[in-house]
């Protein structure tokens, strides 16, 4: 079940992972490199949206010295939780909203039974539980609320993504005993 923690952190419900670097950082346009995913949340899923909301509205009350020492009008400020119909023409964005989250420090990952996971085992398609922390930001005029990526459960996998997270043994199969490739 989705929760909130501290009034901006937010533990989702089941959501599909996409565009995912959580093995290993990666930089954008030169900048910080950073770890990094697109959480895509069903529309259906109210829990989620709701308490992302109320921390969006949180971080917003929690951010008024960045902006000035006035709350702003939520209208002029740059939100993270999109929409998918309107933002991606992708079909795994239909009817759903999207996050995208990233953080310097390397997510912890586990498994469906909240054992300690190799990162890897996270990929564009899967299907996971995420922590996500929303702050203030004002940045060269600016001014928006964040989506840090905090840990990642994952649950169970899907189709995957923009052709990734096809194994070895898929493209070739298995060996055969008798591949001699140096005769």
């Known amino acids: 079940m989705a929760k909130i923690i501290n009034g901006t952190r937010v533990v989702t419900n089941e959501i599909r992972a996409s565009y995912v670097h959580v093995a290993e ?48 009008n939520k209208a002029v400020l740059k939100l993270p939780l999109r929409d998918g119909d309107v933002e991606r023409d992708d079909e795994a964005y239909q009817d759903a909203y999207f996050i995208n989250c990233n953080n310097k420090t390397a997510p912890q990952v586990v498994d469906a039974k909240r054992r300690p996971a190799d990162p890897g085992i996270i990929y564009s398609g899967c299907y996971c539980k995420v922590s996500i922390s929303f702050f203030a930001f004002s940045v060269n005029g600016n001014k928006g609320i964040a989506a840090g990526l905090g840990n990642i459960q994952f649950l169970r996998d899907g189709e995957p993504l923009g052709g ?20």
Request: no cysteine.
């Open 25 to 72: 950082p990666q930089s954008v346009n030169d900048g910080d490199k950073k770890y990094s995913m697109s959480v895509i949340i069903p529309k259906s899923d109210k829990d989620t949206i709701d308490l992302i909301n109320k921390a969006i509205d949180q971080a917003i009350t929690d951010g008024i010295t960045k902006f000035g020492g006035k709350r702003p």
């Open 164 to 183: 990734g997270h096809i194994s070895a043994a898929d493209d070739f199969g298995e060996a055969e005993e008798d591949d001699d490739f140096l005769s």
